[in-house]
């Protein structure tokens, strides 16, 4: 049945009334005295390390990966899961290098960061691509496959769908950083919970209609019999989806510099970490790239037994759209119809968390870009504590309406997950160009660092269009090795530029390191090698 009972209603609003209520106590008892737009901003010192954890998985984990990475599960199976396995790894990275040098020179923004290291003209060119970025892609693809996922299970239209899960979480963000982080640990609960039990029923489902009784186990055997070519990790060239996974790059080309982009360079992201110390920060990272491990199961599997029980003659009409093609991105919904009231509820708390706590994440993030790096440098460098939060405020909602009128334009998407990571990626390269060389080469200039904010997308759009324009005379690369080309030559055209210029000019606002910084505690340690222990046992088996 296409709609919500009761049970499931009554459900979801004990989650909704759960969720306000705490963030209404976490809003008063942690409220500072004074106003202060780094306490809003950031929530600076006030978030434990699990809070950090939980909050970077939540803000990470939305419907793309409810329903865009089930989709993609279902048209190409579990090589999908190399986006969250591989990311654990890159979480190590980011704690290890990234995360002390971003606390160690006070930054708060990543435009921060990039007029303090290079000049102003980079950092307010690369936070307006990055403002465009949040808004119209990040922000408009959860909101639609959000509403999509909603729609498809509840009687409520689209439209109101969409302004439903925007008012949700404009009220969140307007809380703050704290308010946000703390209640991302509940969302994270709520999602994780959710998400197995709609993977165990699913898995429990798929035994039944193969005749071995409601049998988990069995269920995995049936996967894994029914669906082979589902269970590769790496493909080979000739498989119809390499262009979206294209073989060894998912483990060392693209797939590194899309990763160390988002987990590393990206606003949302190190924004937990911002406000907090080395050792409650890494502790954080460490426990999300734990929570990492566990997306695919929640986020993958349910869209391979959708494919299984699609092949054998089931579902043929909920998986196809009015004109009769096969729609991946319907996977997600359409088992969730199966559950029976009560536990359907519990999976649609499950994806509206998911899907409230990375919009308010994003939409923190947007503010901070907008209030610190925009209005306070170019129209009020006066403004106070009290007008730089007003200022966030408003911001959010701003962006949250723009992305809400834009989203419908999205419908006609077949792999929105694949969507989101192809034109992310296409900032991506120039941004880790920019970062890591401004890191670790004191030579790099803030010409070469504005060369490469600028030429980052007309590199990518050349290499994705020119084997169109040119009908098929230059090669058409997978959007991941074009990701790794489009690196490649940034970093080349940075250092030419940057060694053609003079030695006083180079270098000249490099950042201080302190090899200290890097070490990192025995704890850390021993995590880290359980965390590279079991990715390399899970891309050996299903190699």
């Not at 994780?192 to 039990?197: D, K, M, N, P, Q």
């Not at 493909?235 to 988002?262: Q, R, T």
């Not at 790239?289 to 997306?295: D, G, I, Q, R, S």
């Not at 599997?301 to 699609?310: E, S, W, Y």
């Amino acid at each position: 049945m296409n709609k919500l009972q009761q049970a499931d209603y009554i459900v979801f609003f004990i989650y909704f009334i759960a969720i306000a209520t705490y963030g209404y106590y976490v809003y008063h008892r942690k409220k500072s005295a004074a106003t202060s737009s780094k306490d809003f901003f950031l929530a600076e010192g006030s978030l434990t390390w699990w809070a950090i954890g939980a909050s970077l998985i939540a803000s990470n984990i939305s419907a793309e990966h409810f329903i865009g990475m089930s989709g993609s599960g279902f048209a190409l199976g579990l090589a999908i899961s190399t986006y969250e396995w591989m990311a654990a790894a890159t979480l190590i990275i980011v704690a290890v290098f990234f995360i002390p040098l971003y606390l160690k020179n006070k930054i708060y923004t990543m435009p921060q960061f990039l007029a303090k290291r290079y000049n102003d003209k980079v950092s307010t060119v690369m936070a307006v691509f990055w403002l465009l970025v949040y808004v119209f892609v990040n922000l408009t693809s959860i909101i639609y496959l959000g509403a999509l996922a909603i729609a498809s299970i509840s009687s409520i239209p689209f439209e109101w769908c969409i302004a439903g899960l925007c008012v949700f979480s404009v009220i969140v963000t307007l809380g703050g950083m704290k308010v946000i982080g703390y209640t991302d640990v509940v969302q994270v609960a709520v999602l994780i919970i959710g998400g197995l039990v709609t993977t165990y029923l699913a898995l429990t489902l798929l035994s039944e209609k193969f005749g071995y009784g409601s049998h988990i186990l069995k269920g995995l055997s049936v996967l894994r019999r029914e669906a082979p070519s589902h269970f590769h990790m790496i493909f080979h060239s000739d498989h119809p989806y390499y262009k979206d996974l294209p073989g060894l790059s998912v483990l060392i080309g693209g797939m590194w510099i899309n990763n160390l982009a988002y987990w590393g360079c990206n606003q949302y992201i190190t924004q937990r970490a911002l406000g907090a110390s080395l050792q409650t920060a890494r502790k954080g990272i460490l426990f999300a790239a734990f929570l990492k491990l566990l997306v695919p199961v929640i986020a993958v599997l349910p869209g391979i037994v959708m494919f299984v029980l699609h092949k054998n003659g089931m579902f043929q009409q909920e998986m196809t759209d009015a004109a009769g093609v096969v729609k991946p991105d319907h996977a997600y919904p359409t088992l969730m119809n199966l559950l029976p009231p009560g536990l359907k509820g519990v999976a649609f708390a499950a994806l509206t968390a998911a899907i409230v706590a990375s919009l308010a994440g994003k939409a923190n993030s947007i503010s901070t870009i907008f209030s610190l790096d925009i209005y306070q440098k170019y129209f009020n460098r006066e403004a106070s504590e009290k007008q730089l939060v007003n200022v966030g405020r408003w911001a959010v909602i701003i962006a949250m309406l723009l992305a809400a009128i834009v989203t419908p334009s999205l419908r006609s998407l077949d792999q929105a997950y694949q969507f989101i990571q192809e034109y992310v990626g296409f900032i991506s390269p120039g941004v880790l160009a920019i970062f890591l060389l401004g890191f670790f080469w004191k030579r790099t200039t803030a010409g070469a660092a504005l060369t490469g904010a600028l030429l980052t997308i007309p590199i990518s759009t050349v290499l994705k269009f020119l084997p169109a324009w040119t009908n098929g005379a230059f090669p058409d690369y997978p959007f991941l090795d074009r990701m790794s080309i489009t690196f490649v030559l940034i970093v080349i055209l940075m250092i030419i530029i940057s060694i053609t210029r003079p030695a006083k000019e180079a270098g000249q606002h490099a950042l201080e390191i302190d090899k200290s910084m890097f070490r990192t505690t025995p704890g850390f340690i021993v995590g880290s090698v359980i965390i590279t222990g079991i990715l390399t046992a899970l891309y050996t088996v299903f190699w």
